[in-house]
């Protein structure tokens, strides 16, 4: 089937629906969703629309569908070869939808719930080495201009180099999401204590140490600018001129290209520098509780993945150094 396998073939969509908007709407103001999270719900939902205008020949009347309609749904996701992960957003979306239904007092419980789904294969998180960890915080500065006897980088490029720098010291000294280390405002550091202060999903806010090279790098940066940040000025600039933040998407393509430079996948996205946090803390003894709270996780089932990838480490080396393994 050409196109994308995880998405079923569009159609002309129906007309807009008032419950979907006002959910839209409850992800973005209430809950303080990622723009992620707000966008691949709102994907799920209309597909969902889509189909069963296309089946029923009518709008969905959310307050009386049946269990038996999402398993037709279900059905026809299977036909289109859809993941099993990319199945469980889908249903996840529309659970999370129909919870705010039940609140909002449309119905009394959701006819999704205890639907069985195919289960999503396991997947282990990918992360760097200590090492390679390294080579990559090195990469932005060897893109730096050289000039002069002093051999002094200059203008924009050294700003940039210099941000991004800062940057990924953050993000791997506090294991930050990206759209946590987008969000972050000057304010937000407390220079004294070694802290900063983290907005994770669902608006709740967390403290998490920040190391003395994240620290030492951002003052670099900071150095640079023509006005040090205060107050609710963004920590990471992606404009000067516009004094806007560093955006998402600008930072994985410049994490793209200095993982080139350091002969590293260039493939790995931001949130890998996350997943490369918690495995070096966990290889290094702390224990799975604080990760979970660093971190954010509002589950520790979350964090346990984490654990199988320390273990699996293990064993190799095991096998590889007992002689009688």
Known sequence: MPGNPDRPPKTQPPAADPWITKFLQHLATDRGASGYTQRNYRQALLEFLRWHHEERQQPPAWEKLQRDEFRAYLRFLGRHNLSRAAIQLRFCALRTFYKFL???????????????????????????????????????????????????????????????????????????????????????????????????????????????PALVAIKNYWNLLPQTPRGVSPVFYGSLKKLRPVSPRGLQLRLKKYLMLAHLDPHLTPHKLRHSYATHLLDAGADLRSVQELLGHAHLVTTQVYTHLTTERLKRAYDAAHPRA
């Open 102 to 212: 039940i609140r909002n007092g449309i119905l009394a419980s959701s006819p999704i719930k205890n639907l069985a789904l195919p289960k999503p294969g396991k997947r282990l998180p990918k992360f760097l080495t200590v090492q390679q960890m390294a080579d990559l915080l090195a990469a932005p500065l060897k893109l730096l201009p050289l000039t002069g006897e002093k051999h002094e980088p200059r203008g924009c490029a050294n700003v940039a180099c210099q941000r991004d720098v800062a940057v990924l010291e953050t993000i791997y000294s506090c294991g930050l999401r990206i759209s946590e280390l987008c969000g972050l405002v000057a304010q937000d550091i407390d220079w004294g204590e070694q802290l900063v202060r983290v907005r994770g999903k669902g608006k709740k806010e967390r403290l998490v140490p920040i190391g003395e």
